[in-house]
C-alpha cells in the first residue's frame, strides 16, 4: 500500500505562487496515475489537476489550465502541484491521490494523502 504525505501549503497573496508536494513511500507502478484534488471550504472534493506515472500525459480542471502545472520526478517517487497566478477561489485542502484510471472522478484512486490546507487572501 503506497502512502502519500503532501506538503508545501500555506497561505499567500492573491496572484502568489506555492508549490505543493507529494511524496510517495512505496512502488508506485507504470500503470498509475497521480492525481490531484482539492476541497473548498463547505464544499465537495473536485478535481484540479492529473498525470500518468510512465510518462507525460495530464490533463486539469478548466478553472485551473493555464495557471497550474502537474510533474512528477520519479527518481524521487514524488508528484508536484505548481501554482501560480493563485486567486482566492483556490482556498483549499489540497490531496494527492494515486489511482489506476486516466479519471477526474475522486472515485477512481484508491490512495490519499492526508491534504494540505492552502488559503489565498489578501
Known amino acids: 500500500q503506497v502512502q502519500l504525505v503532501e506538503s508545501g501549503g500555506g497561505s499567500v497573496q492573491p496572484g502568489g505562487s506555492l508549490r505543493l508536494s507529494c511524496a510517495a513511500s512505496?512502488?508506485?507502478?507504470?500503470?498509475?496515475?497521480m492525481g490531484w484534488f482539492r476541497q473548498p471550504p463547505g464544499k465537495v472534493r473536485e478535481f484540479v489537476a492529473l498525470?500518468?506515472?510512465?510518462?507525460?500525459?495530464?490533463l486539469y480542471a478548466d478553472s485551473v489550465k493555464g495557471r497550474f502545472t502537474i510533474s512528477r520526478d520519479k527518481a524521487e517517487n514524488t508528484v508536484y502541484l505548481q501554482m501560480n497566478a493563485l486567486k482566492p477561489e483556490d482556498t483549499a485542502v489540497y490531496y494527492c491521490?494515486?489511482?489506476?484510471?486516466?479519471?477526474?472522478?475522486?472515485?477512481?484512486?484508491?490512495?490519499w494523502g492526508q491534504g494540505t490546507q492552502v488559503t489565498v487572501a489578501s
Open positions: 491521490a494515486k489511482g489506476i484510471q486516466y479519471s477526474s472522478s475522486p472515485t477512481d484512486y484508491t490512495s
Open positions: 512505496g512502488r508506485i507502478y507504470s500503470s498509475s496515475v
Open positions: 498525470t500518468r506515472w510512465s510518462r507525460d500525459s495530464t
